[in-house]
């Protein structure tokens, strides 16, 4: 429910505002029918998914469409890796004392371009409580994962995996209050 500060969808459409060169719909995967979301719009996944919505998330990533995962689980973790077609390193829930925070934050990928400014780029007051961790091949070898901002820590936080034309980006934390 977008009324349930519990919930992802209640952030989500406080954070993604109309203005005067976007319209925004919102339209929750219960509301209609999955097929018929059009390409142009921005899919964010932050549940697990069935076959055929999975199947077509992939053609649609895979020929050239991005793709948001909100990995509040495992398991949602895990799929993000297989609509993006790349197996899946282990994933873990990450062991929190306290919280976690954005580091390393690439400010010059577009997802972050909005933050460029250092005034802007301050993460600090972001807390995660709860977040899952994976591995990530080292630097000198090729990758299709590229990792987008690591936790103070040093693990992963926001990574950008290739998928054909097409790319996911996997949040390895909840957008909800439980998480951050």
């Not at 509040?72 to 895990?78: F, L, N």
């Not at 972001?126 to 899952?132: A, E, M, N, Q, V």
């Amino acid at each position: 429910a977008s009324s349930d500060p519990q919930q992802l969808r209640y952030y989500v459409e406080r954070a993604l505002l109309p203005t005067e060169q976007r319209v925004i719909d919102f339209v929750a995967g219960s509301d209609a029918d999955f097929a018929s979301i059009n390409d142009g719009t921005l899919t964010i996944v932050s549940q697990l998914l069935d076959k055929s919505q999975s199947e077509l998330i992939q053609k649609r990533v895979s020929a050239g469409r991005s793709v948001i995962v909100v990995g509040a689980t495992q398991d949602v973790c895990r799929q993000a890796f297989e609509l993006a077609g790349i197996p899946a390193p282990e994933i873990t829930e990450a062991i929190v004392e306290g919280y976690a925070m954005l580091s390393d934050v690439d400010t010059s990928h577009s997802l972050f371009a909005p933050f460029h400014e250092a005034k802007l780029a301050d993460f600090t007051k972001l807390p995660i409580w709860k977040h899952r961790s994976i591995e990530t091949p080292g630097t000198d070898a090729p990758s299709p994962i590229r990792v987008l901002a690591r936790f103070d820590g040093g693990g992963p936080a926001i990574v950008e995996l290739a998928a054909g034309e097409g790319r996911v980006t996997l949040f390895l934390f909840g957008w909800h209050s439980p998480d951050s």
